[in-house]
């Protein structure tokens, strides 16, 4: 069975030690994890090696990071890279969330850059995709989200999409309480899958873990990754609540 992940985003919220207080109460929840299924704590960077510290005798739990910048090093004040990512002990890195692609200007040409960094330095990519409103009012969003694979992830082998990591996050139900309906969810999910596997073919795409993000919360969690093509989820706000990220961890096929 392909991997099913509860990946928690953080984003910029929680002190240091808020963090770790959350960290042990999830850990503490002491949840049986299956061999398939993960959870990844996608924090701040100055948090990631006392929260890697925090999981280390725990199997199946990860640390990632939210993002890296796309070159390699060098005279970039104030970012940080992915070697240096993996030098402190990350193991996954959110490429291209929708915040990172509109407030920061982030274009399919640098998530590509830094996905090829993230190889390099033994990262895993969590690559997002998602259309905004307009779009899916449009009804376009099948061909909005191919394209953004297109541009980013086409130019990977075989190799490295086997077992690769997507989330779709569409943009109108992040943190507005606004959930794809699941079969929302289960229709992109399965055409992200028949891309790939045109692409590709279909051993890579049935390999893909892809994630649902987009006010994933407890009360809906089951039901969503239920989804034949639903692999887990992206989760912001309910992430920083121990016992509805518990809940949700508990919702994974
Ligand atoms: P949300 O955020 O769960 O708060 O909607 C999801 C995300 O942006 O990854």
Same mark, same amino acid.
């Given at each position: 069975m392909r991997?099913?992940?509860?990946?928690?985003?953080?984003?910029?919220?929680? /002190?240091?030690?808020?963090?770790?207080?959350?960290?042990?109460?999830?850990? *503490?929840?002491?949840?049986?994890?299956?061999d398939h299924q993960q959870v990844v704590f996608g924090? %701040?960077?100055?948090?990631? =090696?006392?929260?890697?510290?925090? #999981?280390?005798?725990?199997?199946?739990?990860?640390?990632?990071?939210q993002n890296?910048?796309?070159?390699?090093?060098?005279?970039?004040?104030g970012e940080v890279s992915a070697e240096i990512l993996n030098s402190v002990g990350t193991d996954y890195v959110i490429i291209g969330h929708s915040e990172r692609r509109e407030y920061f200007n982030e274009n399919h040409q640098m998530l590509a850059e830094k996905i090829n960094l993230c190889f390099e330095n033994k990262l895993k990519p969590i690559f997002c995709?998602?259309? %905004?409103? !307009?779009?899916?009012?449009?009804?376009?969003?099948?061909?909005?989200?191919? /394209?953004?694979?297109?541009? !980013?992830?086409?130019?990977? *082998?075989?190799?490295?999409? /086997?077992?690769?990591? #997507?989330?779709?996050? %569409?943009?109108?139900? =992040?943190? /507005?309480g606004k959930t794809a309906s699941s079969a929302q969810a289960q229709e992109m999910h399965?055409? =992200?899958?028949?891309?790939?596997?045109?692409?590709?073919?279909?051993?890579?795409a049935e390999s893909i873990s892809i994630l649902y993000g987009g006010s994933v919360k407890a009360n809906n969690a089951k039901e969503i990754f239920s989804e034949k093509d639903v692999d887990g989820g992206l989760v912001g706000g309910a992430s920083l609540v121990a016992s509805e990220f518990l809940t949700i961890i508990q919702s994974l096929k």
């Open positions: 991997k099913q992940i509860a990946a928690a985003n953080w984003k910029m919220n929680l /002190t240091l030690d808020q963090g770790i207080k959350l960290t042990g109460e999830i850990l *503490s929840g002491n949840i049986e994890l299956h924090v %701040p960077f100055p948090y990631l =090696i006392a929260v890697k510290d925090k #999981i280390k005798e725990k199997a199946n739990y990860f640390v990632s990071a890296c910048y796309f070159q390699k090093s060098g005279a970039y004040t995709c998602g259309e %905004p409103l !307009s779009v899916r009012e449009a009804n376009e969003q099948n061909d909005y989200v191919e /394209t953004q694979l297109k541009e !980013s992830l086409f130019h990977l *082998s075989e190799q490295q999409l /086997t077992g690769f990591v #997507i989330a779709y996050e %569409p943009i109108w139900a =992040i943190g /507005t399965a055409h =992200i899958r028949n891309v790939m596997a045109s692409k590709y073919n279909n051993d890579v």
